[in-house]
């Protein structure tokens, strides 16, 4: 089942050109698109299906700074300005709010590990408060239950992912932006060794700056070009949940469960990491670059099934620009959940919070998360296309720091000085060694 979803009218005719065409419209891409806007650059972007349908809608919403790795805490910060800021010029409605994020434990491993965290972000000007066992049980009263420690972020909060990527969306058209729906980028044209257009469907719209947002279809697309961009997916579950007339946490995580309330009350339900990889040529053609992530994470991640197979993202095949292609036969990668993740997941829901036990379940539905083998995105300029600029691998985080990193490609696209220093997000160091520092939280 598809996750609810906030549909748009978009622009039926594709222009004959423009300074920027990015493909992708998840809410990276389009968050980079609007930022391309304001700066004055004409700006498409080409989506195969809807907007915000994949990822960008089937993830838990949250926005934080808590537990950030440190190459990405910049960005996370400067995210949760911009999803204020956005708000406020355009009166769009992304459903942000500043809620702040509680986490719980029992395990004292972990809660020393948010205790460095802490010291960590406070350093680098992020407010966290480590919570007692008394603090900690007061604060997660609604489980009823006493707890050894935890730690809340009080600047952090939580978007709505059925309305984000469409307000965004709503916003870049008003700014004179092109946003095309159901329509697909089959690949790049290059003049002289660099990007001079974009090959969609309808068409090509020439361009000297093509930047991919293409979430889990981004390693195959690179593939078209003659790159290797490793990537793995992994097929994470959720389920929603009515509205409940007890007052729950808005935002709580646990070692064996998280919950968050959304916009309309509904709650959605997940546990953190959990996913299956499905197995496809492009894993098995990546998989060794991948034993140090999967290794760290072996409690929550498990063989998957036929479903990437049947999905086509992770394809290894080379594709005709004058010919359909996968992303064609697959306008939105709308995988089955795991039942047994949801089954788990609603137990152990109604276990960590009672008034859940009487919940109606409103749906259920997967998506695909594309990560990379260190847990961090992969942004910049791809050295051996000159104008062809990667904005992918997220690694299940990129929907809370959209803004930052569609600000960040921005600086990279126009020259700007980049707000931080973008060298270890570099898509160059996918050519070293896998066995490097993989993300911690």
Known sequence: MSPPLNLINTSAKQPAYADAVVIGGGIIGVFTAYYLAQRGLSVVVVEKGRIGAEQ???????????????????MASKALELWEQFAADTGEDTGFNRCGLLYLSDDEAQIAQWERWHEFGKAAGVPTQVLSGRDATERGRATGRTWKGGVFSPTDGTADPSKAAPAVASALMKLGGTVLQHCAARG??????????VVTEAGTIKT????????????SFCRQLGISFPLATLRQSILRVASQAQQLPRALTTS???VTR?????????????????????????????????????????????????SGHETLKKWRLDQPTPMERMRILNPRPDARTIHKTFERATQLLP?????????????????????????????????????AGFSGHGFGIGPGAGYLVADLVTGARPFIDPTSLSPQRFDQSAWGKVAEF
């Open 208 to 219: 000297r700056t093509a930047v991919l947002a293409g979430g889990a279809w981004a390693s």
């Open 256 to 258: 064996r469960v998280s």
């Open 56 to 74: 960008s809608s089937r993830n838990w919403g949250w926005c934080r700074q808590l537990n950030r790795d440190e190459r990405e805490l910049p």
């Open 355 to 391: 008034a859940l036990r009487d919940a109606r379940i409103l749906n259920a539905w997967a998506g695909y998360v594309d990560c990379t083998y260190d847990g961090v995105p992969a942004i910049g300029e791809v050295p051996e296309v000159p104008g062809f600029v990667l904005a």
């Open 262 to 310: 959304r916009s309309d009350g509904s709650y959605g339900l997940a546990i953190s990491g959990r996913g299956r990889v499905d197995p496809t040529p492009q894993f098995l053609r990546f998989a060794l670059k991948f034993v140090p992530m999967f290794a760290k994470r072996w409690r929550n991640v498990a063989p998957g099934g036929l479903e990437g197979l049947r």
């Open 188 to 197: 790049i044209e290059l003049a002289g060794g660099r990007v001079s257009g």
